[in-house]
Structure formats: structure tokens, C-alpha cells
């Protein structure tokens, strides 16, 4: 017996039957609606009336009642005097009846009459009257007729019978019947009862997947054509004739109409598509070739199409492609199906492995890499296994690539998981591949374990959110990231970014927002360089990052957002997508752009002189109006914005624009927008209370690594509020910037400026766009080590060691910072490797110039004015008992929100050692309090820096000094000196809620109270006092006062230590140990609860 040969079409029909038509063929006998009528005219000429009798009670049975009984006497009424008639069906029975013309015949005597006479007149009185005769109660008469009966004839009949016998009388003829056998579907019922011969028809019953494919691709030929009429051209189209055509591959068109439609995707996606839409197409039609059309001679030729456009391309998806149809190749060839001539096949395998060795080798794309490693691993091995060499090295490398994938996004293992499982159909004894599938199992697990877990989190995380949870929502959305880190799992993950992303922004960090969100939108358009798909994801993180990068007022970058978010909402929208749906809060971030604009320094004006133009372009027409008025363009500002023509007169445009500058908008924007025209730029922060301030050279790569790690410095402390973490440093300042000398990839170095923490970094020079796995983590390594010793400098733990072991194992913090939030590599896979990120990049020479008009700035009126609102400048009151629920809610605070208030500079003060106070007097001379210290330069440091920061007289009383009296009831004259912030002055113009004022505190235990009520006494003669340094380095020598250094003060705080309550700024003066002296008289003084409270914490 001869073996059947192998055809392609029945075996992926066999393995992919989706992928074919689910529709079915089959024979049904067909009636012509004019043979049944002739049928009927000429029924008495064949005496067939019995059978027609049949058919009319069988037809009323579906279309009238089904309740009808059999005739079972002679033909012609019997003895019963009717042809058929109803029975009664209880009510409950019928509530199923679905067909008939009511429920009325369930409980009603309905009487029929079959006739197929010619004297149809005649019969149907003849029959009525045996009907009324029988007295049975009828109330309907049905008489149904294989004539045809005019309309006006069988009305008059109708009603002559209705009066003379009282019955509802219902004449049916042939156009009835035939009306109801072909409108209804009764086809078979006439065919089966009039027995009727007919000729056979073919029908597709189509199936579930064929109904759906036919309506895609009917409203896909509706958009296709839509577009091509209306002229919008663009990849959207090319992907739409692409699925066009392959929708009719699965419904298993005509060839010609299949070939017709991939020839008309290749016209455009020449025309108007990308270089992956082009390899795209070439590969389905060559695919289709093969399995749909088993046309060999025709799939060499495509395969040809096929490699000259994936050669030299850098996405591994089309040399995927390639390689899919090289297996192919070698199995048709090595059937013989294909002749070395006609397959190539020797010069295209070596095509396709120097291809693949090619990507391979670009390491700074780790993803794409292995990827590529893994396809020539995979054609490796269908050589060696035509060839019958040994295979254990390729199965090892194999076993190597699942195990190195881990932490790829970009890599995906579930394909190559198939493939591998598939082999073990042929490799069951080879070791080397039981090893293979030990691994598999290991690994694929595992990773199914992590993300199940992590979906959990996620939903978890989402649901804080909503709540308005957000360091919760960190929390359990942080622990989700790592373990999402999948190509599975890769649209969880960029759910979870997005998310992580918006509840940073929401507690006020906005640098980790916008890091967060960045890595969220490279993973998302990933989906675009690999397979071409423009998704809403992407569109949504490009939404969210143009509106962060306005709050922080980084105009270049605001734009380059908004200009990829608006072809992505386009190319959505000719996908189909609500155009209103997507273009929401676009009028909203064109009014607060232009709000941002109205900011701007007059000096920068000039900068943005062919700005407006390129706003209209961009469709941000409201922030173009706000910079030519800016720019001195009033008369070009269109009425309509007034909406009265003549309200330009009377300062009307004027107060019409300070709205618009002064809207609540404005409190989430800096105090001018940031050209990035300048060498050295600024970055702001404020975390747990400490203000960041990054001075960056401007250049690659310095500033995609002061983002970095502002971004990893806000993630990582990001939940520090909840955990009672502070900062015990008000600033820290860090400069940046680039030497060709510098370690790789940066070296850090944490000193002091002024007795405040400062960090020099120094980075190398390389390409934050393209740095291969070894080099992020040298990235990564070098910021977890600044990071530590930024925490350790500058910020300070409740419980050390409790509250870093739940941030840094439960929480993963460390992870979550350095990890998924850095700039390098992610930002280029989005804007590219040359983003427009400084003002001159968006300079347009074409466009209209604005020249700057005006000599001073358009509201320098109001500048001049305080705007402040009389609740700005209201003083602090200070609280009792409690404080509110809302404000112990940390949970509510935003880190900006948060201040930590310090005149005190510590590691100075640490040196310094201050270890003492004396007080001198001189008549004629305000009295001097001096804080003596063991270091001469650390404390004239202290000084000095104060007389810089306040002047050499504290004109505004920044500097609070107390004196706490009565602290020890065993020593009557002990005092404590407490050096600090006034908190009146330095929160006053803030929106704190919580504040962290750092002091310094200084025991005092004289046997004698002289010395320090002579200085009162002076000092109340002479209402003022100096501050100075003083020094005595052992305890046999006096002092040495440094009087150069001296700052005038004029508040002094004398305080009694029992009036001291637990929220008062001098609680500090007051230890746990402490037993101060309470007059008599005084049962529950302050003191008493600030003791308890201290004791108990």
C-alpha cells in the first residue's frame, strides 16, 4: 500500500484547528417557491387532497397553536363536522408554547377547516355552518385554502360569515402558505408531508469563530476603505489590510481572494508601513503559502522576500520570524519536497545563523540577545538531529539560556518552553535532554508560582489605591514588581509600575512617580518595537509622564510626552477607540501648560520666541495663546478667550490672564518652567522632610543619573512616614558631574559643606542609552552604595534595626528603588537615544518668530504686590492633649508636606562638643551668653555659618534660645540651655503637617544661681543680648571667648520646667529621669503628662 504523502494543510489543520474555517457544508433538499406553488394549484388533479389536509394542520400547528388534535375519521369534517380542532393545555403548559399566534387556543375551542377545492366559496360556508351547527362553544374558525383568494373577496366572506353565525371567521389561502413556508423556514415540513421531489442544496452552517472572523473583516474592509477615502494613511492602515488578509485565510477563502489581499497589504505597507509591518507581511503570505496553499515553489520565493527585508534588523522578532519559516525550509528539504536548487538551502541556513550571531552579540540589549542565542541554539539542533550528531552541548547551552532569562522582560520563555516540550517526543533517550526538562520544570514552576503571588499583590495594591492608601498601595505593589518582571506577565507588570507610579505621585514624589513610570512605558512599548501593536497602556503611562514632567516643570520633556502621546492616541483612534474617551484631561494640561508659560522668567522669554507656532502644532493652542501674551502679543489674542469683542479695553485681558496665572493649579508648579538651555541645571526634591537639591551638569550622562537617583532616593524612603523614619538633616545638596578620568560608572564621595551633608559625584563617560547587563549592574551596585550612605547621613530610624528589616525584606524597598526606577536604557526604548529634552531641540527655523515685545515682565505689577493670603501668615498656636485623629493619620501626609526645621548643623556640633554655658556682663553692654565648646574651629565654624545664614544680628528670630529653670528638685540652680529653631517663623508660610525640629541640648549645674540672674537682670535692662563661641580645653583654664563671631539676639525664652506640657517646643529640655520642681499648690502641671508620655514611649 502506498504511504500517503505529507500534506502541510492536514497537519496544522490537525494541531491548529482555530486557525481554519469552523464552518460546516451540508446537503439540505431545496424547494423553489414556484414549484411549490404549482404544487398546490394542482393538488386535486393527483387527488393528493389528504396529504395537503396534513400538510395545513401541521403548518397551523407552528404558525396558529400547536395544540391541535389529529383527524382520525373519514376526510371532509367526519363525524366530528370539523378537520381539526383545539385542546385545552393548562395555563402552566403553555407558558412554554414558542410558537403559534397565542396562548388564547390553550383555554379556547378553536375549530379548522382543510380545503383544497376550487369552489372554495361554496366549501368554506358549507364548512362554517357544519362549525356553528355543532354548538360546541367554538369561538375561532380557521379554513385554510390551497387557492389563491383576493384580499377584498376574503374580507367580505369573512365578515358575512362572522354575522350570520357569531364566530371569529379566518380565511388562509396559497399566498398565506406560501408566505409562512418560505418567510418561516417550513421548507422541510412541505417537502416531508406534500411529499414533494426536489433537487439537493448546498449549505454552510457557519460556526462560532467563522461568524466572528466574518464580522471583523467586514468592519475591518469598512475602515480600510474609510481611511484610504479620508487619506489617513499610517501604520494602523497597513495593520489592518494585514489581518484583512489573514481573517481570510481562516475562513478559508478563494486562494485568489487570499493572495489578492496579502498583494494589497504589501503595496501598503511599502508605501506607509514599517520595516517589522513589511517582514510582517512578507511572512504571512509566505506562511500561508505553505500550509494554506502547499504551494512550495511559491514559499521559496517569499522566503527570499522574507530574508532580504529581516536582514541587518535589530528586533528579534523578525529574524523569529525568519527562522520559522528556515524550519520549514530544512523539514521540506530534507523530504525531499525541495530540490537544493529551488530550496537555497546550504547558503539560506548560513544566512540565518550569521544573523542570528549577529544580535547575539549585542550584549547592551540583554533581551534581545538571548533571544537571538536561543534561536540558533534551536536551529543547532534541527541540524544535529538531521545529521545525527551529537546533541548534549546544544541541550546544556539550552539549559543554561532557561535559568539566564530570569529577570528579562523582553525574553519570552513560554514559546520556547512549547518547543522544548515538543522535542520530547524524539529526544526520550538522550540524558541530556531529561536534564533539559528538569530544568523546564524547575524554572517554568517557579515562575508560575511568583506571578500567581504577584496578581494577588496587585489586586491588593490596586484596591489600597482606590482606597486612598497610597504606602500601603507602595507596599504591596513594590513586592509585585520583581516577581512580574516576566514576559508572561509583562502587561501585569506594566499595570503594577503604572499604579506604583501614581501612588508616589500622590504622596509628593514626583521623581519616583516619573522613574516608575518610565520603566512602565518602555516595557508597554516594547509590544510596539517587537510586534508593531500601539496598545492603551502605552498611551496611559504617556499621558501620566507629560503631566508629571509639567509638575515639574520641565517644559522640553512635558512635550516630547504630549508629542508621543498624541501619535499614540491617533493611532488608537484608527484602531476604533473613542476619540472623547481618549482625549480626556487634553484641555486641562493645555491650560495648566499655559499656566506654567505665564511663569515664565522674562529673561528665558527669548528662548521660546518660535515656540507658539510649534504649540499649535502640537494642538496646544490654549498654551500658545498664554506665551504670545507673555511674549507681548495682546492684540493676536483671540476675542473669544473674553468673550465680549471690546473687552481688550480697561485692563479686562490683563486680569484675564492673572486668573489664569493664579489658578490652584499653580501650587503643583515651580516658579518658572526649566528650559534646560543652560551648562549646569537644578533638581529639586523634598523627602521625610529633607530638601534635595541636585546641581548637574547638563549632558548625557549626568543627567539621566541625578534623575536616577533622586528617583531611587524618593522610592526607597518613600514609605518612611508610616514607618516614623525622619530626616535629621533639613538639605543635602549633591553636584554632579562628568570627567573623562572617573572610575566607571561613577564614584561618589559624602563630605560636609558647611557643617551640612553634601555628594560629590563624578560620573565616567558612556552611553546611558546602551549599557549592556554587566554595566547596569555596575550602575545599580555603585547607587546602592549611595544610597547607603545617604540614609546613613541623613535620615533617622524610630527602631533601627526593626524598621529596616521590614522596609528592606517584607517591603523589598531596595529593589523596588534601584531597580524600576532609573532613566538609563528605558527612556531611549521611548523617545529614542537623541530625546528632545532641551528647548533649543524644539526650536523650529520655519516657524514665525515672536520677538520679545516687552521691557519688562507682563504682570511685574503684581510681583510687586504681596499676594499672600492672610492665612499664610498666620502664627503657629500650639495644641493640648491629643493631637487630631487626621493629622496622627501619617498615612494623609505627603512628604512635601513634612519639614524639618535646623539651625543646628550636626557633625559641627558633634566636633564641636559642646559642653558648657557662660555668661558675661559689662556695664554699658548688652550681656553676652556664651555656649562654650572643647573645639576652637568647629564652634567658630558653627558661628560663622549662622552669621551667613541670619545675618550677625537674627533680625528675624530664626534662632530660638531657652533657658529651662527648676529642672531638678535636688538642685534648685541647675538649668538646661536649649538651642534651636523658632518654629512660628520657620513653618509659618508652609503647608506642614508635620515638623522635626532638631536642637541641642546643654545641662547646667551651678551651686549658685548668681551668675545667671545678673545676665537676666541685663539682659532685661538691655532688652537684647550676644550669642558668641567660647572655648576651655581643660577644666583649670578660664574660657576663651571668641567675640569677633558674637550674634545679636534679642528673644530669649526663661522658662519654669513644671509649666513645660507635652506640646511645647521646649519639651525637649525635659528628660524621662528628670524630677523638676512643682511649686506648691500645683496638683497636675504640665510637666507631669509630658513626663508620663515620655516615660511610656
Not at 378537520?83 to 399566534?101: K, Q
Not at 461568524?211 to 473583516?217: A, C, I, N
Not at 496587585?458 to 516576566?486: M, T, V
Not at 537644578?682 to 539621566?704: D, K, Q, W, Y
Request: hydrophobic content about 40%; overall charge negative; charged content about 30%.
Amino acid at each position: 500500500m502506498e504511504a500517503k504523502s505529507f500534506s502541510p494543510r492536514d497537519f496544522l489543520r490537525a494541531r491548529r484547528p482555530e486557525q481554519f474555517s469552523d464552518s460546516i457544508r451540508v446537503e439540505t433538499p431545496a424547494l423553489d417557491r414556484s414549484i411549490l406553488e404549482y404544487h398546490l394549484d394542482t393538488l386535486t388533479n393527483r387527488n393528493e387532497a389528504t396529504d395537503f389536509e396534513n400538510f395545513a394542520r401541521r403548518l397551523a400547528e407552528r404558525e396558529i397553536c400547536p395544540n391541535l388534535l389529529p383527524q382520525t375519521g373519514p376526510t371532509g369534517g367526519g363525524d366530528s363536522k370539523v378537520d381539526s380542532e383545539t385542546y385545552p393545555v393548562a395555563d402552566d403548559l403553555s407558558l412554554g408554547w414558542y410558537v403559534g399566534i397565542g396562548r388564547e387556543a390553550a383555554s379556547e375551542r378553536w375549530a379548522f377547516a382543510f380545503s383544497a377545492k376550487k369552489e372554495w366559496r361554496s366549501k368554506v360556508r358549507s364548512d362554517i355552518a357544519k362549525v356553528a351547527a355543532t354548538e360546541r362553544g367554538y369561538r375561532k374558525a380557521f379554513f385554510i385554502s390551497n387557492q389563491y383568494i383576493p384580499d377584498r373577496v376574503r374580507a367580505e366572506v369573512e365578515d358575512e360569515l362572522r354575522n350570520e353565525y357569531g364566530l371569529d371567521v379566518r380565511i388562509l389561502d396559497r399566498t398565506w402558505i406560501l408566505d409562512k413556508v418560505f418567510r418561516h423556514g417550513h421548507e422541510s415540513l412541505a417537502i416531508e408531508t406534500l411529499k414533494l421531489t426536489t433537487s439537493i442544496r448546498k449549505e454552510v452552517q457557519k460556526g462560532p469563530l467563522d461568524t466572528q472572523r466574518e464580522r471583523e473583516l467586514d468592519e475591518l474592509e469598512k475602515r480600510i476603505q474609510d481611511a484610504l477615502h479620508q487619506q489617513h494613511y499610517g501604520p494602523q492602515l497597513v495593520d489592518d489590510c494585514i489581518r484583512a488578509a489573514i481573517l481570510a485565510r481562516s475562513l478559508e477563502r478563494p486562494s485568489t481572494e487570499i493572495d489578492g489581499r496579502f498583494l494589497r497589504a504589501e503595496r501598503v505597507s511599502a508605501k506607509y508601513g514599517t520595516l517589522h509591518q513589511r517582514v510582517e507581511c512578507a511572512y504571512q503570505r509566505a506562511w500561508t503559502a505553505f500550509w494554506w496553499h502547499e504551494d512550495y515553489d511559491l514559499f521559496t520565493k517569499l522566503y527570499s522576500a522574507v530574508e532580504a527585508l529581516a536582514k541587518g534588523s535589530r528586533n528579534a522578532y523578525d529574524l523569529e520570524l525568519l527562522t520559522n519559516l528556515w524550519f520549514l525550509l530544512h523539514s521540506a528539504f530534507h523530504r525531499s519536497d525541495l530540490d537544493e536548487e529551488a530550496a537555497n538551502y546550504k547558503e539560506r541556513t548560513a544566512t540565518i545563523i550569521a544573523e542570528l550571531k549577529r544580535l547575539r552579540d549585542e550584549q547592551s540589549r540583554p533581551s534581545t540577545s538571548l533571544q537571538a542565542e536561543t534561536l540558533l541554539l534551536l536551529v543547532q539542533l534541527a541540524l544535529r538531529i538531521t545529521s545525527q550528531e551529537p546533541l548534549d552541548s546544544v541541550l546544556h547551552e539550552l539549559q543554561t539560556v532557561v535559568r539566564r532569562c530570569e529577570g528579562l522582560v523582553g525574553y519570552p520563555l513560554e514559546p520556547l518552553v512549547e518547543i522544548l516540550m515538543e522535542l520530547g517526543n524524539f529526544l526520550n533517550d538522550v540524558p541530556a535532554y531529561e536534564e533539559l526538562f528538569e530544568t523546564i520544570i524547575e524554572v517554568a514552576g517557579s515562575r508560575k508560582e511568583e506571578v500567581s503571588a504577584a496578581r494577588m499583590l496587585l489586586k491588593r495594591g490596586a484596591q489600597q489605591l482606590a482606597a486612598n492608601r497610597p504606602y500601603d498601595a507602595i507596599r504591596s505593589l513594590g513586592r509585585a514588581l520583581h516577581r512580574l518582571y516576566k514576559h508572561e506577565s509583562r502587561h501585569d507588570l506594566v499595570r503594577a509600575l503604572y499604579l506604583c507610579g501614581c501612588a508616589y505621585e500622590r504622596v509628593g514624589l514626583l521623581w519616583a512617580a516619573r522613574g516608575t513610570l518610565l520603566t512602565a512605558a518602555s516595557v508597554a512599548t516594547d509590544e510596539y518595537w517587537r510586534y508593531g501593536d500601539v496598545t492603551l497602556p502605552q498611551a496611559a503611562c504617556y499621558r501620566r509622564l507629560k503631566w508629571l514632567e509639567l509638575q515639574l516643570g520641565r517644559l522640553p520633556h512635558a512635550l516630547s510626552w504630549h508629542e508621543a502621546d498624541t501619535l499614540v492616541r491617533n493611532a488608537l483612534a484608527a484602531q476604533g477607540y473613542n476619540w472623547e474617551h481618549l482625549s480626556e484631561g487634553e484641555l486641562e494640561f493645555d491650560a495648566v501648560l499655559g499656566l506654567l508659560l505665564l511663569k515664565t522668567d522674562f529673561w528665558e522669554l527669548k528662548h521660546l520666541s518660535t515656540l507658539p507656532d510649534v504649540l499649535d502644532g502640537l494642538g496646544l493652542h490654549n498654551s500658545a495663546v498664554a506665551l504670545r501674551y507673555a511674549l507681548g502679543y495682546e492684540d493676536e489674542v483671540p476675542k473669544e478667550y473674553l468673550g465680549v469683542e471690546d473687552e481688550h479695553e480697561g485692563g479686562a485681558l490683563y486680569d484675564f490672564f492673572l486668573r489664569w496665572r493664579n489658578q490652584p493649579a499653580a501650587e503643583d508648579l515651580p516658579a518658572t518652567p526649566l528650559l534646560y538651555n543652560k551648562s549646569k541645571i537644578t533638581f529639586n526634591s523634598s523627602v521625610l522632610g529633607c530638601r534635595i537639591t541636585v546641581e548637574s551638569e547638563n549632558t548625557s550622562p549626568c543627567v539621566e543619573l541625578a534623575e536616577s537617583t533622586l528617583a531611587a532616593l524618593e522610592s526607597l524612603l518613600s514609605t518612611g512616614p508610616v514607618e516614623r523614619v525622619v530626616a535629621r538633616e533639613p538639605i543635602l545638596t549633591i553636584a554632579i558631574r562628568r570627567s573623562d578620568f572617573a572610575e566607571k560608572p561613577f564614584r561618589f564621595e559624602m563630605r560636609d559643606h558647611e557643617g551640612r551633608p553634601h555628594l560629590e559625584i563624578t560620573c565616567s563617560t558612556f552611553d546611558p542609552h546602551n549599557l549592556s547587563l554587566e554595566e547596569q549592574a555596575q550602575v545599580k551596585d555603585k547607587l546602592f552604595n549611595l544610597l547607603a550612605n545617604v540614609i546613613a547621613r541623613v535620615v533617622m530610624f524610630e527602631n533601627p534595626e526593626q524598621t529596616m528589616e521590614k522596609m528592606f525584606k517584607e517591603e523589598l524597598a531596595l529593589e523596588r528603588s534601584i531597580n524600576f526606577t532609573g532613566s538609563f536604557v528605558v527612556l531611549s526604548n521611548v523617545l529614542g537615544h537623541n530625546p528632545k529634552t532641551s528647548i533649543s531641540n524644539w526650536f523650529d527655523s520655519q516657524a514665525r518668530e515672536y520677538t520679545l515685545k516687552r521691557s519688562e515682565p507682563w504682570d511685574a505689577a503684581d510681583r510687586c504686590t504681596d499676594r499672600e493670603s492672610s492665612a499664610s501668615r498666620r502664627g503657629l498656636t500650639f495644641g493640648e492633649g491629643d493631637p487630631p485623629e487626621d493629622l496622627v493619620d501619617r498615612g494623609r501626609t505627603k512628604h512635601k508636606q513634612i519639614a524639618t526645621v535646623s539651625l543646628i548643623r550636626e557633625t559641627l556640633w558633634n566636633k564641636a562638643g559642646w559642653s558648657g554655658t557662660a555668661f558675661l556682663t559689662a556695664p554699658g553692654y548688652p550681656p553676652i551668653l556664651a555656649l562654650i565648646f572643647r573645639d576652637a574651629e568647629a564652634a567658630k565654624q558653627i558661628f560663622s555659618n549662622w552669621r551667613n545664614e541670619l545675618g550677625a544680628c537674627d533680625a528675624n528670630e530664626r534662632l530660638r534660645v531657652s533657658i529651662v529653670r527648676g529642672i531638678d528638685r535636688n538642685n534648685r540652680h541647675a538649668y538646661r540651655v536649649v538651642i534651636g529653631s523658632k518654629p512660628e517663623v520657620e513653618l509659618s508660610r508652609k503647608d506642614i503637617r508635620y515638623a522635626i525640629l532638631i536642637s541641642r541640648v546643654n545641662t547646667m549645674e551651678p551651686t549658685s544661681d548668681v551668675n545667671l540672674m545678673r545676665f537676666l537682670s541685663s539682659y532685661e535692662a538691655f532688652g537684647e543680648y550676644f550669642l558668641a563661641p567660647a572655648v576651655m580645653r581643660d577644666r583649670s583654664s578660664p574660657p576663651e571667648f571668641f567675640l569677633d563671631q558674637r550674634l545679636m539676639k534679642r528673644e530669649l525664652y526663661v522658662r519654669e520646667a513644671w509649666k513645660i506640657g507635652r506640646n511645647d517646643v521646649d519639651a525637649v529640655a525635659i528628660k524621662e529621669e528628670d524630677e523638676p520642681i512643682i511649686p506648691s499648690g500645683q496638683e497636675n502641671p504640665p510637666v507631669l503628662e509630658l513626663l508620663r508620655w515620655k516615660r511610656e514611649l
